[in-house]
């Protein structure tokens, strides 16, 4: 029974990792307003090293379509500038020698039907790894058979299996849901 439980503890930790890894993933989407998190992902040179640009800065925003950036040395502001405009993110930053301001464009609607698609995209990965998951949970508890395990112990673990996936599934369905909203909301 203690492989049971070990492999219900095992498909509940995954699931969780992979709903966390899509919740970032959906976060990244920008909805057309200043989140600091949007620029999670931007890597600043920073004495030799690649840092990431919240560890040499504060980034907060000024409102719902600015962000301000105002580094803990002057001297990276120009690192911090350029490795915006290296970034993939499209943002266009204004450097006035002490503080970073990035005006974030309001999105067109082609582009919100774009953004909603990749969201449905990303939430799809985390549906399809929460499966996954079920289907490497299902296959060890059907080795488990060929051990000391009766057949209704590995069927009603597989029904707790699918349980947790149905609850997990559904959790992706409402940040989806909560982000297509944003990203469609003007």
């Avoid at 943002?91 to 449905?120: M, S, W, Y």
Wanted: hydrophobic share 35%; net charge negative; aromatic share 4%.
């Amino acid at each position: 029974m203690e492989n049971i439980e070990f492999y219900m503890e095992h498909a509940n930790e995954l699931m969780e990792k992979s709903l966390q890894h899509t919740n970032g993933a959906l976060a990244k989407i920008r909805a057309g307003k200043a989140m600091p998190n949007m620029l999670d992902g931007i890597m600043v040179e920073y004495y030799g090293n690649l840092t990431p640009i919240n560890q040499v800065a504060t980034i907060n925003s000024q409102d719902a379509r600015t962000l301000v950036i105002k580094p803990w040395e002057k001297n990276i502001v120009g690192e911090i500038e350029r490795s915006i405009i290296n970034s993939d993110l499209g943002l266009n930053p204004q450097n006035d020698g002490e503080l970073i301001r990035i005006n974030i464009p309001a999105l067109t609607e082609e582009r919100r039907v774009d953004l909603a698609k990749h969201a449905r995209n990303e939430a799809e990965h985390g549906r399809v790894s929460i499966r996954n998951i079920r289907k490497d949970a299902n296959d060890h508890l059907k080795r488990l058979l060929k051990e000391h395990v009766s057949e209704d112990e590995v069927k009603d673990a597989e029904d707790e299996i699918q349980k947790l996936t149905d609850q997990f599934i559904s959790k992706i369905e409402e940040l989806l849901k909560k982000k297509e909203n944003d990203i469609m909301t003007v």
